[in-house]
């Protein structure tokens, strides 16, 4: 589901030509002529040049969208692969776009609300023009109990919820509460979320707009601890 803060250095290192594959279009020479004299004169000028991220969303492993200019408090670019399980139901979905360094996370986060309802997403955070423009496999799913457990549910149009306990699987050794709005096309309801949660969940503050599968949540209030249940 899920997209750290700006990646340091040493975390871009762990993500290179043989983790994701860019196909961008390859400019005019003249067109490249123009784009570097442009970087290059933002540079000597002390000017922040706007970083263009390709954008697209997706049903399946692959989208394919127009480059456009990300807004100032965007700068960085951001390639998203969800996958999702409801009621039994499981999709696949791709995101592409613009989003702030601090709420973007390089790598897996696996999500439990319930027996029937995780989501596993892959992500990739980079800082240049089109750096987006690539391809990530599928994450992996990983169901086997860890012999952890946390409360889970799902609720709209409420700040808080309420469920039973849910088995924790794979590397989801924490307790996650999530609540504030999802987008979801031209309205924004009122969401709470609490479930297990592998620890790279615990990037999300309060603020962060995150990317999901098929949404976008503007988050107001979070928490995220090690489980202190243990399945009997």
């Known amino acids: 589901m899920w997209v750290r803060t700006r990646p340091s250095s040493a ?5 290179g030509p043989g983790t994701a594959h860019t196909h961008a279009m390859r400019p005019s020479r003249r067109q490249g002529t123009l784009l570097l004299d442009f970087v290059l004169l933002c540079t000597l000028l002390g000017l922040g040049c706007p970083l263009r991220c390709e954008i697209c969303k997706a049903p399946g492993s692959r989208c394919h969208g127009q480059m ?6 965007k700068d960085t670019c951001m390639l998203l692969v969800g996958k999702a399980t409801s009621k039994g139901k499981e999709w696949v979905h791709t995101y592409k776009g613009c989003i702030r360094s601090q709420d973007c996370y390089s790598g897996v986060v696996s999500t439990t609300m319930g027996p029937k309802d995780y989501m596993v997403t892959r992500s990739f955070c980079c800082q ?4 987006n423009s690539a391809f990530l496999s599928v994450p992996l799913t990983d169901r086997t109990e860890n012999g952890l457990m946390c409360p889970a549910c799902t609720a709209t149009f ?3 919820c309420m469920g039973p306990m849910t088995r924790c699987t794979g590397q989801e050794n924490h307790c996650v509460s999530l609540s ?3 987008q979801a096309g031209i309205f924004k309801p009122r969401f709470a979320m609490r479930g297990c949660a592998t620890e790279s969940m615990c990037f999300a503050k309060p603020g962060a707009e995150l990317p999901t599968d098929t949404h976008v949540l503007f988050l107001h209030h979070t928490e995220c601890t090690h489980s202190p249940w243990k399945a009997i």
């Open 68 to 73: 456009r200019t990300c807004s100032s408090d």
């Open 11 to 15: 975390s871009y290192k762990s993500w």
């Open 158 to 160: 409420r700040d808080k």
């Open 180 to 182: 504030g709005h999802v």
């Open 128 to 131: 240049s023009d089109g750096c």
